[in-house]
Nanobody, 125 residues
């Protein structure tokens, strides 16, 4: 299973970006998916997660109302729409996948065996 994240870049405070992550290998519709980030000097942290059907999502508190995770099973792609970006959102963003038969999502890094390479988001003030 391979994950390829893209869409990062430099954006001003208050701006928006949409990250994409294409998953190849296996059956995309059977994967629960997550987004994590690592900011300079900090540990990797959970951002958002979505169930295999897209029917369940969850978010880290600091991004609720600003970030939206979604998926397109026809395109084998998971998205992270980010609005009202803040300097503290600056980080490398990683997508992750986990095969599941459950309708739930997963929000800890050890629960995901497959990871993308990351895409850098820089929010400038």
């Amino acid at each position: 299973v391979q994950l390829q994240a893209s869409g990062g870049g430099l954006v001003q405070v208050g701006g928006s970006l949409r990250l994409s992550c294409v998953v190849s290998g296996g059956t995309f519709s059977s994967y629960a998916l997550g987004w994590f980030r690592r900011s300079p000097g900090k540990e990797r942290e959970f951002v958002a997660a979505i169930s295999w059907s897209g029917g369940s999502t969850t978010y880290e508190d600091s991004v609720k109302g600003r970030f939206t995770v979604s998926r397109d099973n026809a395109k084998n792609t998971v998205y992270l729409q980010m609005i009202s970006l803040k300097p503290e959102d600056t980080a490398i963003y990683y997508c992750a996948a986990r095969h599941t038969v459950s309708g739930t999502y997963y929000y800890t890094a050890p629960q995901y065996p497959y990871w993308g390479q990351g895409t850098l988001v820089t929010v400038s003030s």
